[in-house]
């Protein structure tokens, strides 16, 4: 079950991290998310700063469908979007966490009522999503 916290909903995995974001890729699409763009910090790191980190991926999820209503509601809320959900290798405890930003909490920012129910829904999925990622071997 996820675990919520300020702004996401997280699950911790007994699970390799490469597996883990191929898993991760999948259960979005199979809730209707496509993943706009992905953000490998370990190899930025490495790259800009010349040092090792923790694997960390940021998938920026999207639902067409959703953030068109969205953006019909007001259109500079692409500011807000994709919902990112992250994968990241937490070392010591020899683990892998999965979260995802709680879009209720995001899309509140916006102050429109007419958001709720699109957040609230998006929100089911990626609980979906992540509850599907418990359930894989």
Request: glycine letters at 6%; aromatic letters at 4%; one cysteine or more.
């Amino acid at each position: 079950m996820p675990t919520a916290t300020n702004y996401g909903l997280s699950i911790t995995l007994d699970r390799p991290f490469e597996a883990t974001v191929d898993a991760a890729r999948a259960a979005l699409a199979a809730e209707g998310f496509g993943v706009l763009m992905e953000a490998d910090l370990r190899a930025t790191f490495q790259k800009k700063l010349g040092v090792d980190s923790a694997p960390y991926v940021i998938l920026g999820a999207c639902s067409p469908s959703h953030a068109r209503e969205a953006l019909n509601v007001d259109a500079d809320l692409g500011l807000l979007l994709p919902c990112n959900v992250i994968v990241r290798r937490d070392e010591l405890a020899g683990r892998t966490r999965v979260a995802a930003i709680d879009p209720v909490v995001a899309l509140s920012v916006a102050v429109q009522p007419a958001l709720e129910p699109v957040a609230r829904h998006i929100r089911e999925r990626l609980e979906r999503v992540l509850a599907a990622l418990e359930k894989m071997p």
